[in-house]
């Protein structure tokens, strides 16, 4: 199955664990409102660290997305890992297996972002049992 649609995002930037200052990561929480086929918000948090060279870095974050999915309702959490070689972006996000609950539960999938003119929009492929 197949849903789109677009989304906006709030990254809020969050002080360094206790500790790990010298490890040069950033830290942010991710709060997402999901409109189209996927009526969702999401909390989650970021962890970043920029290469040694400009334009390389790279992140992961994990979010749970609550609301309904063409009319499904219930929460599922998703995995991000994205790296930026020198410009070029490489992005994987799909969902924690059996995250989902209620009408979600044994929800599995993938999730792709794009930026179109300073749009988010999302396609996610999924599957249900």
């Not at 334009?55 to 930026?84: N, P, W």
């Amino acid at each position: 199955m197949h849903a789109s649609g677009t989304f906006d995002v709030k990254l809020t930037p969050q002080s360094a664990a206790s500790g790990i200052e010298a490890a040069r990561l950033g830290r942010q929480t991710i709060d997402k409102r999901f409109s189209g086929e996927l009526e969702a918000t999401s909390l989650g948090e970021m962890l970043s660290a920029g290469g040694n060279v400009q334009g390389s870095a790279g992140y992961v974050a994990i979010e749970r997305v609550t609301g309904v999915l063409q009319g499904k309702r219930g929460s599922f959490v998703l995995q991000h890992a994205g790296t930026m070689d020198r410009g070029v972006p490489a992005l994987s996000i799909s969902v924690v297996p059996d995250s989902g609950t209620d009408e979600l539960t044994g929800l599995s999938g993938s999730m792709q972002i794009q930026i179109e003119q300073g749009r988010h929009v999302y396609h996610f492929d999924y599957r249900l049992p």
